[in-house]
């Protein structure tokens, strides 16, 4: 993958998840900036995903923990345990938000 595909695949990504976020109905702010999107619960935790250009990652640091996603097979899979990314994004936004909560592109 190149440095454009890359972008707009990550630009996607970021863009479906404000989506998830507005379609799911729960009380979630979100600000986008830069290739860098931070989600604010109500008990004022943050999860941050943001892009790694120059490795061509998205990275996601929540309350708990941080991983590294990378694009392979059409999909963001996480380079440390496997996961796919909708899911531990469903996961950690469930916990962080103590509602259950599921998130898709």
Do not use: C
């Not at 290739?35 to 120059?54: D, H, Y």
């Not at 490795?55 to 899979?77: P, R």
């Not at 469930?94 to 592109?105: E, G, K, M, R």
């Amino acid at each position: 993958m190149n440095d454009s595909q890359y972008n707009l695949i990550a630009e996607d990504l970021l863009l479906a998840i404000e989506e998830a976020i507005e379609d799911s109905g729960i009380d979630i702010d979100y600000e986008g900036t830069g290739g860098l999107l931070t989600l604010t619960f109500k008990n004022a935790s943050k999860i941050i995903i943001n892009k790694q250009a120059p490795l061509h990652e998205i990275w996601v640091a929540t309350k708990f923990n941080g991983h590294h996603f990378v694009f392979a097979d059409e999909q963001w899979t996480d380079k440390r345990g496997g996961g796919e990314f909708w899911q531990f994004l469903s996961a950690a936004v469930s916990t962080q938000a103590d509602a259950n909560i599921s998130l898709q592109a």
